[in-house]
Every structure is written in structure tokens, then in C-alpha cells.
């Protein structure tokens, strides 16, 4: 079955430095992934897509890269701030394109930036 | 605009009790999705639509039925709830080819 893993469920770093979560993902192939953000108490907010024939993406201080021989997407904030700590989520999609409603999402990843 | 919007916001239904989770958006996107968030488990799809009079399952859908009738409104409904509900649950909505939009869930409890 298809599976989505996100490194940890807490990743702990200094304000200024980079956070690199991790997305990985198993029998299948998805034309594109979505990275989302989450804070307490809200709905998911979508950040960044990037789909299967591009192999780096950035808005801003982020940036998300795709390996679709290694079947992981890393997703990069460079000079954290305490105000980037949140849960983010990726969820690898089926149809070209972008969603058609059934995105699958992996567990998350919460992302605590200490001043 | 208002976006993706939910109600009601909190929500505590006796077990066996029925009742309907509202989804409504305003950007007359096709694509419509119900989610439910439990903790350790994630985000996991419940059922979806692609439009009006369109609908389909996804990972977890029983115990729980929807249908499309407007692209608007895309509503959830228990028939017999059980404790194994409570969750947050999340509405969504998108246009083919781009990402969705969340609403601000709704938290159900049920004892």
C-alpha cells in the first residue's frame, strides 16, 4: 500500500539556522507533492507544490527539492525564526496536474525554532 | 471571499446521535474533500467530490456518508455516532491543478 513517512515528529532547532524536513514515500509514483503548514488549532496551509520534472523550488526562505529516484522531497527553511514553528505536512499526489481532491498526507513534522 | 467555511465549530453528540458536518466555499472550485485529524495518525481522507452529484471514498470512510448536490456545499453526515469519531475534522476545497484550501475544522466529541 502506499505509504508517506516524514523524518520525525519533532524537529528542534536554533533561530537562524536551517530546518530540513524530510519527506519519503513507497509504492507509487506521484506526478507532484504539496508541502503544507499547520498551527495549533487551524486548518492546514498550503505552501509550495512542485511537480516531477522540476527538481527545486523556492518562495522566499523556502525551499523544496524532489527525488523521484529516491522517492523523497526535501523541504528547507533557511534563517528559522521562532515564528516558523509549526507542523508541516507533505502529501505526494497522483494526478498530474495538481489535486482532484483525495491528496494523501504524511503524519507531519512539528517544527519547534528556539530564540 | 469568505474561503472554505465550517460549522458548527465544536460540536458533542451522545453516542448513537446523528448529525451533519457543514462545508461550504466560495471560490467555485470543483474539488471538494472532508478529512479527519487524530493525533498520531495525521490528516486522513474520508470521502471526496469532483464535482456536483459526484462523490467518492477515501481511506476511512465508514461510518460516515456525503453527497454534492451544488458545487458550494459539501456536506458530512453521521448516522449513528460513536466515540471512535471524535476527531477535528477538515474540509477542503481546490481547482484542478492547484492546492487546497482548508477551512478552520470542526471538533467533535462523542461520549
Known amino acids: 500500500s502506499q505509504k508517506i513517512e516524514q523524518n520525525s515528529e519533532a524537529l528542534n532547532i536554533q533561530e537562524g539556522k536551517t530546518a530540513t524536513l524530510t519527506c519519503n514515500y513507497t509504492n507509487y509514483s506521484p506526478a507532484y507533492l504539496q508541502w503544507y503548514r499547520q498551527d495549533p488549532g487551524r486548518g492546514p496551509v498550503f505552501l509550495l507544490l512542485?511537480?516531477?520534472?522540476?527538481k527545486e523550488k523556492r518562495k522566499e526562505r523556502l525551499k523544496v527539492t524532489f527525488d523521484t529516484t529516491l522517492k523523497q522531497s526535501l523541504f528547507h527553511i533557511t534563517a528559522s525564526q521562532p515564528a516558523d514553528s509549526a507542523t508541516y505536512l507533505c502529501?505526494?499526489?497522483?494526478?498530474?496536474?495538481?489535486?482532484?481532491?483525495?491528496?494523501?498526507f504524511g503524519k507531519g513534522t512539528k517544527l519547534s525554532v528556539k530564540p | 471571499n469568505a474561503g472554505v467555511t465550517q460549522t458548527p465549530k465544536f460540536q458533542v453528540l451522545k453516542t448513537g446521535q446523528s448529525m451533519t458536518l457543514q462545508c461550504a466555499q466560495d471560490m467555485n472550485h470543483e474539488y471538494m474533500s472532508w478529512y479527519r485529524q487524530d493525533p498520531g495518525m495525521g490528516l486522513r481522507l474520508i470521502h471526496y467530490s469532483v464535482g456536483a452529484g459526484i462523490t467518492d471514498q477515501g481511506e476511512v470512510p465508514n461510518g460516515y456518508n456525503v453527497s454534492r448536490s451544488t458545487t458550494e456545499d459539501f456536506p458530512l453526515r453521521l448516522l449513528s455516532a460513536a466515540p471512535s469519531q471524535t476527531s477535528v475534522y477538515f474540509c477542503?476545497?481546490?481547482?484542478?491543478?492547484?492546492?487546497?484550501?482548508f477551512g478552520q475544522g470542526t471538533r467533535l466529541t462523542v461520549v
Open positions: 477542503a476545497s481546490g481547482r484542478p491543478g492547484t492546492n487546497a484550501f
Open positions: 512542485i511537480r516531477e520534472n522540476e
Open positions: 502529501a505526494p499526489g497522483k494526478n498530474y496536474g495538481g489535486s482532484q481532491g483525495n491528496l494523501i
